[in-house]
């Protein structure tokens, strides 16, 4: 089993994410949020629901 860490800020529909890996921002509203990640993978997701969730990763360019 190994631990992560993790800190999220919120500044209205923007997130800053924290993690070992480095730092990544979202932006979205009322479900649907575009990602990019601290390794630069970038990904749209959507929240459903009913605790449904749908997740598409975008390619790089």
């Not at 500044?11 to 479900?31: A, D, M």
């Not at 575009?34 to 630069?40: E, I, P, S």
Request: glycine share 20%; proline share 3%; no cysteine.
């Amino acid at each position: 089993m190994s631990f992560g860490f993790r800190k999220t800020i919120k500044i209205g529909p923007f997130h800053l994410n924290f993690s070992r890996g480095g730092v990544g921002h979202s932006v979205g509203k009322g479900g649907v949020r575009y990602t990019k990640r601290a390794d630069g993978g970038r990904q749209v997701s959507v929240d459903l629901p009913g605790g449904f969730s749908w997740r598409r990763a975008l390619r790089r360019r």
